[in-house]
């Protein structure tokens, strides 16, 4: 056991908690003022919700004694046998309480990104029991493939640092599945449906790059090397892609936005995520740089296509996430990771298979279950509000309350 | 009496307000107000979603003064408030039936 590892994780636990509050702030300046409680809400309560699901049996599910390499067992349930010693196949060094504590901020996050698919519409109730469903069927069995001692993606020698598919492609995926089922919020595309507070989203966006730095540099498990390289990695591609997407807007519409800067800086994050432990500082701005422009274009592509993925979850996580999963695969060395793998550009060719592979798999059952699990709950529960609700807004109608009185 | 409305550019409402003071005009009321004329509105764009947002802001600036006073508060107004581009604004010019002070129960003339 090391207590500079244990220390180093337990701070980037509470940097990635933070992140969750910071989305909540990232997605409510997009909205419009009459839904800001009813989307921050959806985020923060997250906190309460999966880190309940996640000590009763989630961390077991994700974690536990491997079953047929696809889920884990129930072994662990209630944290039975989470003891404060370390357990070997996650880390020597940090007692296995403090990696599954880690690990629950990753699980609170992932499901709370898909919120803003349906922002501005879904109902509370229903939005509770969805989300864990979905982070029992979905999130903890692609979470046990990846990163699960005796997962069969990890077997294969995919490379995910710290949640490229498992977060990422895994929720922006389940994001357009809501879109789709859901339909667009009344009014789409003939009124205006304007961010009323872009300084809390540049707000929210700054909270997440802060809190990245424990999502990403944690993820190496200690305080070392790699680390370092994991942090500077993520900082270079998160700056390159602010660039690159201001550019890209200041080309094709003319005027750099702040939005667009908030936005850049998300893509570059999602991008850099499967990537950061495995690739160098050079590489990590041209992951960045692409990410910036090809999310902007994913963003545009949506109004073309018509789907409501209201606050571009599938345009920044979904597509993010490939950019940064599949390029993993090009960039990616032992020379900053011998733990890792090499890259096409790297001479291993195979590596792209792997990782595209992993994309799919990730693309196609989070995609399955997901519009399931949402077809299900409209046939019983109801998945939106009722239309004289939606005109009056999430915070009066769904929490009696409002986020400006003046 | 008339009340003269001034539908003014928000960075004018400075120099109108500073101008009315050095021709004695003791009091106005101004209130942040959005609409839009013969200038249209603007286009923003958000991600890739453009919108036609139609009401501007502006300011209205409200005074009321004596007969003899009206056509200098109003040249006054087109003065400080014009910079000569579309979206400069409009002045109402109304007639008061009655004026009267709170505090004192005057009224007329001697209640601007």
Request: charge should be neutral; aromatic fraction near 10%.
């Amino acid at each position: 056991m090391n207590p500079a590892d244990t220390a180093f994780v337990l701070v980037a636990a509470a940097l990635v908690m933070l992140m969750t509050p910071g989305l909540a702030l990232f997605y409510g300046g997009m909205v419009r003022s009459k839904n800001v409680l009813g989307t921050i809400m959806q985020n923060f309560v997250m906190l309460g919700v999966i880190s309940v699901q996640w000590a009763l049996f989630g961390y077991s599910l994700a974690f536990g004694p491997d079953l047929g390499h696809l889920i884990g067992s129930l072994d662990w349930v209630g944290l039975n046998g989470v003891s404060l010693e370390p357990f070997k196949a996650y880390s020597e060094t940090i007692p296995h309480q403090t990696f599954m504590i880690y690990q629950a901020m990753f699980a609170i996050i992932t499901p709370a990104l898909i919120t803003g698919a349906w922002a501005e519409r879904m109902k509370f109730s229903t939005f509770l029991v969805f989300m864990v469903l979905w982070a029992t069927l979905v999130y903890d069995p692609v979470a046990h493939w990846v990163w699960g001692d005796g997962g069969w993606l990890k077997n294969l020698g995919a490379l995910d640092f710290a949640g490229g598919t498992v977060v990422h492609i895994n929720a922006g995926i389940a994001a357009l599945a809501a879109a789709l089922v859901m339909g667009p919020r009344k009014g789409y595309g003939t009124e205006a449906m304007i961010p009323h507070n872009l300084p809390m989203t540049v707000l929210g966006a700054a909270l997440l790059w802060f809190g990245w730095f424990g999502f990403n540099a944690g993820s190496a498990l200690a305080a070392g090397a790699l680390a370092s390289s994991a942090f500077t990695a993520t900082h270079l591609a998160t700056a390159a892609a602010v660039l690159s997407w201001i550019g890209a807007e200041w080309i094709i519409r003319g005027k750099p936005t702040t939005l667009g800067a908030a936005s850049g800086a998300v893509a570059g994050l999602v991008a850099i995520t499967p990537a950061a432990g495995y690739v160098g500082p050079m590489s990590a701005i041209i992951i960045g740089l692409a990410a910036g422009i090809i999310c902007y274009l994913a963003v545009l592509a949506k109004v073309k296509l018509g789907y409501d993925d209201s606050l571009d979850v599938v345009g920044v996580h979904c597509v993010g996430g490939m950019v940064g999963a599949l390029l993993t695969g090009f960039f990616a060395t032992k020379l900053v990771n011998p733990a890792g793998g090499d890259g096409l550009f790297f001479g291993n060719p195979g590596q792209v298979g792997i990782q595209a592979l992993a994309v799919g798999v990730t693309l196609v059952y989070s995609f399955i279950i997901s519009y399931i699990l949402f077809k299900i709950l409209d046939a019983t529960m109801g998945l939106r509000v009722s239309t004289e609700e939606e005109v009056a807004g999430l915070d009066i109608s769904e929490h009696q309350e409002a986020g400006y009185s003046l | 009496m008339k009340k003269i409305e001034a539908i003014v550019q928000p960075f004018k409402v400075e120099p109108v307000k500073e101008a009315l003071h050095k021709i004695s005009v003791q009091g106005m009321t101004v209130t942040e107000v959005k609409g839009f004329g013969r200038q249209k509105g603007i286009r923003e764009v958000y991600r890739g979603m453009e919108y036609q947002v139609d009401f501007l802001p502006k300011v209205k600036i409200e005074v009321v003064a004596p007969e003899d006073k009206v056509k200098t508060v109003v040249e006054t107004i087109i003065q400080h408030a014009r910079t000569g581009r579309i979206g400069d604004g409009k002045i109402f010019v109304y007639p008061v039936e009655e004026v009267i002070r709170i505090r004192t129960g005057e009224t007329g003339d001697a209640a601007v």
